[in-house]
């Protein structure tokens, strides 16, 4: 099938390790993000989202932590499996609520 | 199955050709929006409808592209006269309302001009 992100940055992570992806953003008045993770062939899928009045939010294993000082948006993925593997793309969005997308990173799960 | 719904889910066509790709929301979704994404890129937004009304255009989005939502439930993202560098996935997302709701991707349309 399709692959996605043939050129993006990639992180390996060993099974049952914990995550952590970035993403700069480049508004600094975007008021809304959003993680998307997106498996080959697929479209992009939602994982959690945060406001930018907060600078932390919780899921289910994934955290995203928003530091607006210096743009910086993370995705924290607890215990990774090999679900997990697939492609991660950060979103951002001011006010129209039209989503500009960051580059993605590509998540590699090994055993 | 109740997501976005994307057709035809792949498409090669000759450069020249006009294509048409179709894509159904989410129901009672007011905002619909059509993205590209090209290998190794996130995806780029296009346009975006709320209800029938096509509120922004990118400037990706040639005079050779068109899009509607004519009663405000699907809406369809045409292509003519095709060039090779058209060549994409094209993703139709959709969400409730305005604000901070996250927008739902269908499995997108991926377009091969050749």
């Known amino acids: 099938g399709e692959s996605v992100g043939l050129h993006l940055p990639t992180l390996s992570v060993q099974e049952g390790d914990n995550s952590i992806i970035n993403c700069a953003y480049s508004n600094s008045a975007s008021d809304y993000f959003i993680w998307y993770k997106q498996e080959s062939g697929k479209g992009p899928q939602f994982i959690i989202d945060i406001r930018s009045n907060m600078d932390k939010r919780q899921g289910q294993r994934v955290t995203v932590l928003l530091n607006k000082t210096v743009k910086h948006l993370s995705l924290q993925i607890a215990a990774t499996q090999p679900g997990d593997s697939a492609v991660y793309f950060c979103a951002e969005t001011y006010n129209t609520d039209k989503l500009i997308f960051g580059t993605g990173t590509r998540l590699q799960v090994f055993p | 199955d109740t997501g976005v719904s994307q057709d035809p889910r792949h498409k090669i066509t000759k450069r020249g050709q006009n294509v048409t790709f179709r894509c159904d929301p989410i129901?009672?979704?007011?905002?619909l929006y059509w993205y590209r994404q090209t290998l190794g890129q996130g995806p780029e937004f296009l346009t975006y409808?709320?209800?029938?009304?096509?509120?922004?255009k990118s400037r990706l989005l040639s005079d050779r592209f068109s899009a509607e939502r004519p009663k405000g439930s699907f809406s369809t993202l045409e292509i003519q006269r095709t060039e090779q560098g058209d060549s994409a996935m094209y993703l139709c997302a959709s969400s409730p309302r305005q604000g901070e709701t996250e927008a739902f991707f269908g499995q997108g349309t991926r377009l091969t001009v050749v």
């Open positions: 409808f709320q209800n029938e009304a096509q509120l922004e």
């Open positions: 129901s009672e979704h007011n905002r």
